[in-house]
Structures are given as C-alpha cells and as structure tokens.
C-alpha cells in the first residue's frame, strides 16, 4: 500500500491487469526460500510475455539481500530496489504526464471489505531462524496521526474490518519508550473510527501480551476478539536454541489473554524440524498444542536462511524426518479446528462478506462466501452463507455445520416464523 501511495502522489493509477501497465512492479520476498522461488518464478514469467516498450521493476525483500541473484537469473529487469524503498521508486518513475487529472488521494481508494494497516515495520527480537532483522532493519514504529489518517481513510471507503500487523506488532512504541504503546494505539484506533466494525491484532510476541494489552483489548468495542500469537515451538531447549520466549511466557501471555476475554479466539504459529530437534522435543510440542486447544494453527517445516545463525547448526533434521512431523502436528491441529467449529453449530454471529459473486450450492442456491470474526483473512477459515448480499455486508447468521476449518451458515432472516 505504501508503494502505491507514493505512486499516486506522482498522479500515477494502477491495474490488475498486467496487459493494461507501463510499469510491472514485483514486490518480494526474501523470508523462506519458497517465498524466494515464487517471487522468482513471477518476475520470470512477467519478464516473458512483456510487450516491447514495458517496462519491470522489482522491489522489497528479495532484492534487499539477493540483488545479484535477481539480476543474473533475470538480467532484462529495469530496475531494482531493496526493502521500504518507495519514495525511490516513485522517484524513479517520476510524475505522469500532465495531460492527465488524476485525483491525488492522501491513501488509496481500492474499496475492499478488509485492510491491512502496517503499524511499524523492522524488527529486534533476536531469533536464530530470522532474516528479518537483516532485511528490514530495528523495529521503527509509524506515527499515530498517520496510521489514524490511513484507518479512517479505510473506513471512508467502505473497510469493515482493518487487520493491524507488523513483524511484532506488541513491539509498536518501544522505539520511543511506550512498552504500552500497542494498548494506546488500539484505543486511539477504536475512537477514531467507531463505526468500522472490526479491528483485528496480528503477529503478537509472547511474553509481550501485557495485563493491560489484553485489558484493553478485551474493553474496546471494535476490537474482536481474536489474537494471533507465534509462538515458533513449545520445547524448552528448542525455544533456547531458537533464543525465543520461554514456555512460561507463552503461557503467562495466553492466560492474560484468556482470562480478560474467556471467548478469545487463538491463532498461533509453529515450526518443526528445527535443527537438533528430537522425537521427545517433538512430542512436547504436540503435548502443548493439545494443552493449550489453538482454535487456529499454522505450521512450517524449518528452512535454513542464509546469514542466521541457525544455518550454521550442525544438526539439521532430515527433510524426510521434517514433513513427517509437519502432517502429524497439522493433523492434530485440524482435529482441534474441527472440535471447536462444531461447538459453534446453532450459534448466532455475524459474517462479513467477501466474495464478489455468489457460488451455487449442490440444490443450485446462491451461496457467499465470507468470514466470521473468529477467522482472518487469508490464514484461517471461511463461512458460506446462503443467499446473495453485497462485498462487505455484515449478514447475521446462524451457523448450521462444521467443517474442519470453516462454517456453514444461514441468515437469521431464513429462521424467521
């Protein structure tokens, strides 16, 4: 989005279509080497089927710690940028022509039910595993005036649900001296725009989840309640190698949560295969899962990142020995989701809608496709509902179904007598 802004500060519009563009731009990433082949595969392919006279950038993180590679894998590329670098892009580009009376709106105007508002960008916990630190640099909170503008520019344009994320987002203020800064931020937040209905909180550290974050949270009426906490593994010598928070601070960061919102719904995130680690390290893992019933749950096999200090251990874990571990936890994992979407049948909530057509159901009935608050975009689950309604309506409902990961839902309006 930032990239985008700065684009249309230059009186510049952007397209989907890459047959519509005079400029390609590939944002990157750099974090996992899947991540490094897709955005490879894309530059490659865009670079390709380009017409005579269009040009391709690419930009972020890849290029940030790999500019060599991009550049010898795709030497026809115009131009490159590393991570954060948009005013440079645009000033790359330059202004458009003036011929042309493009409106220059402060943030932009793509009308989307949800959002993305990046709080701070950057990061300084010390994970063996992490190239982040390297790519972006110390965490650097963005300025309240400026992350209220963007929220109620959001909401202006029809945003129901604004997604707040950071690679730690409990971190937000420490940089000028607020270890609460994440709390005030909310409340700032949750005033400014009382009529957009949900405000969701990603990628938590554990141990940074506060009394008073979880307090505050659990007050604000437009905050939902759900949390997305990594928390990378749950064995005490993994945790050690992996210089993350102990299980204790997990623990101490789950019951605060739990216990100011009984209802929470909680996201976390895992890795196996991590180097050295054992059978029984495994299986302490799985017995905290099982403990702790995640409603959510995403998992990775471990993949050394050139540049961490993890790469360089000796005892990496078979590839074999790695998927084996992954399908065991995420089955386990998708037991829970199960167990917990099926405690939702005959519940009453409200589901915001998504998809811009309705589907057909297997008797030919018109069925969206959205997501209950206890869901976030793109990583957990869906809900259909039965009917037509509009991209960003907020339909009541009645969940009828369960499925692993999603929610077969009705309108209240079709149990009326």
Not at 124 to 132: A, E, G, V, Y
Not at 171 to 196: F, I, K, M, N, W
């Amino acid at each position: 989005m930032r990239l985008e802004q700065a684009l249309r500060s230059g009186r510049h519009l952007s397209t989907a279509d890459p047959t519509e563009a005079e400029l390609l731009i590939v944002n990157t990433c750099g974090f996992i080497d899947a991540s490094k082949d897709e955005s490879i595969s894309v530059i490659r392919d865009l670079d390709s089927s380009r017409r005579k006279g269009q040009q391709l950038y690419v930009v972020g993180c890849l290029t940030e710690i790999a500019e060599a590679e991009v550049r010898a894998t795709i030497p026809n590329v115009d131009a490159t940028f590393g991570a954060e670098q948009w005013d440079a892009v645009a000033a790359s580009v330059g202004p458009a022509s003036a011929n042309f009376d493009i409106p220059q709106p402060e943030f932009t105007n793509i009308k989307q039910p949800s959002a993305y508002l990046k709080i701070s960008d950057g990061c300084d916990r010390p994970c063996t595993f992490c190239i982040i630190p390297t790519i972006k640099g110390a965490m650097h909170s963005d300025t309240v005036s400026r992350l209220i503008a963007e929220a109620k520019a959001h909401a202006r344009d029809g945003t129901r649900e604004l997604v707040l994320v950071a690679q730690d987002s409990t971190a937000y203020g420490e940089d000028q001296g607020d270890r609460e800064g994440l709390a005030t931020l909310l409340e700032q937040l949750s005033e400014a725009v009382p009529d957009l209905p949900w405000i969701r909180l990603m990628y938590a550290y554990p141990g940074r989840v506060t009394r008073l974050l979880a307090e505050t949270m659990a007050r604000l009426p437009n905050v939902v309640p759900y949390l997305d906490m990594p928390l990378q593994h749950a064995s005490p010598s993994v945790l050690r190698r992996m210089k993350r928070p102990t299980v204790n601070k997990s623990r101490e960061s789950i019951n605060h949560i739990r216990k100011a919102i009984p209802d929470v719904v909680l996201r976390s995130t895992f890795i196996v295969g991590f180097p050295g680690e054992t059978d029984s390290e495994f299986e302490e893992l799985l017995t905290f899962i099982e403990e702790q019933r995640f409603d959510h749950i995403g998992a990775f096999t471990y993949s050394a990142q050139k540049g961490t200090p993890a790469a360089t251990l000796l005892e990496q874990v078979p590839e074999a020995v790695k998927i084996e571990r992954y399908g065991r936890l995420m089955e386990l994992a998708q037991s829970i989701s199960h167990d917990q979407n099926r405690e939702m049948i005959g519940q009453e909530m409200k589901v915001l809608v998504e998809s811009a057509e309705p589907t057909t159901s297997a008797d030919g009935s018109p069925v969206v496709i959205g997501r209950t608050y206890r869901d976030a975009p793109e990583v957990d689950g869906l809900a259909f509902v039965k009917g037509e309604f509009k991209p960003g309506s907020m339909v009541d409902v009645r969940v009828e179904g369960a499925l692993p990961y999603d929610l077969l839902c009705s309108p209240l309006d079709f149990h009326k007598p």
